[in-house]
Structures are given as structure tokens and as C-alpha cells.
């Protein structure tokens, strides 16, 4: 299995341009989760899906931010518009419903707003 | 979940073990202690978890005491390439919880 591939690996745009993150979980995981890493706040959970429906999106900053599953091999994260604060990495992991094992994280984007 | 107490940052000597503790004394019964780390610039990476007894794969060892209270993270012989942030975390098992908190975790530097 290539693992939990995210893509694109860097992203550079203007405030005000909308940005889409894309997430190809492990085939047969139930579980996918975005994350996003800064200096200032570590790593914080956005939302997790379980089969496909979001189960806790308590961790999305505001409504420009929004993520859906439109089936069990892909997820994005959408922000409309970016600012600068969004600058961040952004991690999709995802899990088999047992949890043994724990999560497997995608290798991140790197986003930059300017 | 139950808060988890780490060291900010250890250093270690290549060859040697790395020990790296964490304090959990509000866990409770059914909660689980996991173990991951963070290479420079990668996502996170799953080492090892355990319940109640000492658990041990290819990675590392993890030594849980009888009260559950705290915990170590072994690494055997660590190398250079062990240098990472290591996060221990609690989290209960079942139910509709299956969230994973990270905190800022101890940053390991394995010395030459």
C-alpha cells in the first residue's frame, strides 16, 4: 500500500484565492482525520470522518473552512477565501476502525498564503 | 481524555537507550497510552501503545507502571535518525471518542 498520499505537497496563493487540499486515504481504513500544524499551536485535530460522514468538526477554525468525503477513497479541505494565518501544514491521517495500530499519516501540505 | 506530562526536550548518545517518560495520573480504566513521533518536516509516525501491560515491537518498549499513572517510552539503541518530537498520548478505546490530542510532546536529540 502506497500509504496515505496528500497532494499537493506545497502550496503558495494570495489572500483571497480558495485553496483546495486533497487526501487518498489507506484503502479499507474507516477513519480519515485533518489535522493542521503551526509553530503556535502545534497539532490540531480540524475533522474526522468515519465511512464517509463527518463526525466531529468542532476542531474547524470558521466557515471558510470546510472538508467533505464524497466516498471512502478520497476526502479534501477546502478554504475559501485564504488568509495568512492559514499558513500551516496540514496532515490527513486515517485508521482502521480497531484502532490497533493507530494512525497513518500523509507526508502534508504546506501551504503558504500571502 | 486524560492529560498527558512530558519532558520538553532530552538528549541522548547514539548507541545508547533513550527513556522518555510521561505522566498520565488522571487515566482512567479503559484508556489506552499511545506513542508517536515526528521526523523534521514529516506527519507523524505511530510507535507503540498498551493498556496495562508492557508492550514491545521492532520500534521500541513500553514500559507502563502497575498504577498506570506514568509511563516510558523505550527506544534500545538510539540513532541519529531517532531524533524527533515523541507525543505520548491517552485516549479511550470504543464509544464515540476516537480522537487523537496531541501535545507538544519531548523533543529527542540523539547526539553523535
Known amino acids: 500500500d502506497a500509504g496515505v498520499i496528500q497532494s499537493p505537497r506545497h502550496e503558495v496563493t494570495e489572500m483571497g484565492q480558495e485553496v483546495t487540499l486533497r487526501c487518498k486515504p489507506i484503502?479499507?481504513?474507516?477513519?480519515l482525520f485533518w489535522y493542521r500544524q503551526t509553530m503556535m499551536r502545534g497539532l490540531e485535530l480540524l475533522i474526522y470522518?468515519?465511512?464517509?460522514?463527518?463526525?466531529?468538526d468542532s476542531g474547524m477554525p470558521e466557515d471558510r473552512f470546510s472538508a467533505k468525503m464524497p466516498n471512502a477513497s478520497f476526502s479534501t479541505l477546502k478554504i475559501q477565501p485564504s488568509e495568512p494565518r492559514d499558513s500551516a501544514v496540514y496532515f490527513c491521517a486515517s485508521s482502521p476502525r480497531t484502532a490497533r495500530g493507530g494512525y497513518t499519516f500523509g507526508s502534508g501540505t504546506r501551504l503558504t498564503v500571502v | 481524555d486524560a492529560k498527558t506530562t512530558q519532558p520538553p526536550s532530552m538528549d541522548c548518545a547514539e548507541g545508547r537507550a533513550a527513556n522518555l517518560p510521561c505522566n498520565h495520573s488522571t487515566i482512567s480504566g479503559n484508556e489506552y497510552v499511545y506513542w508517536y513521533r515526528q521526523i523534521h518536516s514529516q506527519g507523524p509516525q505511530y510507535i507503540i501503545h498498551g493498556l496495562k501491560n508492557n508492550e514491545t515491537n521492532e520500534m521500541a518498549s513500553l514500559i507502563i507502571t502497575e498504577d498506570r499513572k506514568s509511563s516510558t517510552l523505550i527506544l534500545p539503541h538510539a540513532t541519529l535518525r531517532d531524533t524527533a518530537v515523541y507525543y505520548c498520548i491517552v485516549r479511550s478505546e470504543g464509544g464515540s471518542n476516537y480522537k487523537l490530542t496531541f501535545g507538544k510532546g519531548t523533543l529527542l536529540t540523539v547526539n553523535p
Open positions: 484503502s479499507g481504513h474507516d477513519y
Open positions: 470522518f468515519n465511512n464517509n460522514v463527518p463526525i466531529d
